[in-house]
């Protein structure tokens, strides 16, 4: 019996094993539309690189693509919950109790979100003493 490849094995001979897990753990579970012409300030690409995503865009574009549910990475998956949690704008010792990282590691996690475009800097809370 063959092991048949799913679309996110696709996506990995594609763009790589790590940014197909940033991709599915950010888009996992959804329909996406992949441009004819690479954006490098589009959201994915800031999430999973600019070169994977013009890699993508060339192997998949212009088309909707179901993005499957995939096997994270922890360090993506809390990427992903602080990102929500901050658009919500819950305050950062909700989200230190509700992902089970420190404060510390909650700020780095958002300075790296901005600096790739993914988190816009105006919802930049100043830090509170816990």
Same mark, same amino acid.
């Given at each position: 019996?063959?092991?048949?490849?799913?679309?996110?094995?696709?996506?990995?001979?594609?763009?790589?094993?790590?940014?197909?897990?940033?991709?599915?753990?950010?888009?996992?579970?959804?329909?996406?539309?992949?441009?004819?012409?690479? +954006? &490098?300030?589009? /959201?994915?690409?800031?999430? %999973?690189?600019?070169?994977?995503?013009?890699?993508?865009?060339?192997?998949?574009? #212009?088309?909707?693509?179901?993005?499957?549910?995939?096997?994270?990475?922890?360090?993506?998956?809390?990427?992903?919950?602080?990102?929500?949690?901050?658009?919500?704008?819950?305050?950062?010792?909700?989200?230190? +109790? &509700?992902?089970? /990282?420190?404060?510390?590691? %909650?700020?780095?996690?958002?300075?790296?979100?901005?600096?790739?475009?993914?988190? #816009?800097?105006?919802?930049?809370?100043?830090?509170?003493?816990?």
């Amino acid at each position: 019996m063959d092991i048949q490849n799913t679309l996110l094995d696709d996506i990995s001979a594609e763009i790589g094993y790590t940014a197909t897990v940033a991709l599915a753990a950010w888009f996992g579970g959804k329909r996406m539309y992949v441009p004819e012409k690479f +954006d &490098e300030k589009h /959201i994915v690409a800031r999430v %999973i690189g600019a070169r994977a995503y013009e890699r993508f865009v060339s192997a998949f574009g #212009p088309d909707l693509v179901f993005i499957p549910k995939g096997a994270h990475h922890e360090r993506h998956d809390r990427w992903k919950k602080v990102y929500d949690r901050l658009l919500l704008g819950q305050p950062i010792q909700q989200i230190v +109790d &509700e992902v089970g /990282i420190s404060t510390q590691h %909650i700020h780095n996690i958002r300075r790296d979100l901005e600096a790739r475009g993914i988190l #816009p800097v105006i919802l930049r809370t100043p830090p509170t003493e816990c």
